[in-house]
């Protein structure tokens, strides 16, 4: 099955700087790429996503890259914010033919320092 | 709020104990994943129903089992518990059959095993 490598496990940024996530993925035949942020003690919800016939996403602050090639996908949140203080979560999936689930990555814990 | 409703929110139990948790998925959503959150581990993929079948399965222990009702909602039951079963288990549902989109999740059940 799909496995998903996340780096690092523990960020620590000065506000105002931009943070770099990355992950890498097992099975060349995942196509959807999304990324969850999870705030203590809360559920994770979807921050962004990719497919694999995109190479970048951007949505105001946060972006997405993807090489397929490398088999790897990272997020980048610029000006990080207080606010941006929590877990983030990669994922892959395969998306296609017979259902299955979202492999996550073990989450990187982002610390933003005042 | 995701839409997504986990019942109870927290659980203590003893080990060898046997315990259900319950999820009501998003109106017009056929399908559920479980998924078993723990300290070290991240987001760990136990089980996918759609529309009351069994779907797809992940890392499950036998000792664990599922069901989607068809009213949709569904359950996750463990048994002989263990003090290693102590984890947030989340559910999550969306509208596809494939994790190709947005997963919404609930807030979670919180399940301690003494």
């Known amino acids: 099955g799909e496995n998903v490598e996340q780096h690092p496990s523990t960020l620590s940024v000065q506000e105002g700087d931009s943070a770099v996530i990355k992950c890498t993925y097992s099975d060349s035949a995942s196509n959807y790429f999304p990324w969850y942020k999870q705030e203590l003690g809360k559920r994770p919800q979807l921050i962004i996503d990719?497919?694999?016939?995109?190479g970048e996403k951007k949505d105001q602050r946060i972006a997405v890259t993807l090489n397929k090639t490398a088999k790897h996908f990272s997020l980048h949140i610029t000006e990080t914010q207080p606010e941006d203080s929590a877990v983030y979560f990669c994922?892959?999936?395969?998306?296609?033919?017979?259902?299955?689930?979202?492999?996550f990555g073990k989450g990187t814990h982002l610390i933003i320092q005042p | 709020d995701s839409g997504v409703t986990q019942t109870p929110k927290h659980l203590i139990t003893a080990t060898g104990q046997r315990v259900t948790l319950r999820c009501s998925p998003r109106s017009g959503d056929l399908s559920v994943y479980w998924y078993q959150q723990s300290l070290d581990q991240g987001l760990q993929f136990l089980i996918q129903y759609y529309n009351g079948e069994e779907r797809a399965k992940g890392n499950i222990l036998e000792r664990f089992s599922a069901q989607q009702f068809p009213d949709l909602h569904s359950e996750l039951n463990l048994s002989s518990l263990e003090l290693g079963d102590s984890a947030l288990y989340f559910c999550?549902?969306?509208?596809?059959?494939?994790?190709?989109?947005?997963?919404?999740f609930g807030e979670g059940s919180r399940l301690t095993v003494l």
């Open positions: 990719i497919r694999s016939n995109v």
């Open positions: 999550a549902s969306t509208d596809s059959l494939h994790a190709a989109g947005e997963l919404f």
């Open positions: 994922a892959a999936s395969i998306g296609r033919g017979g259902a299955d689930g979202l492999t």
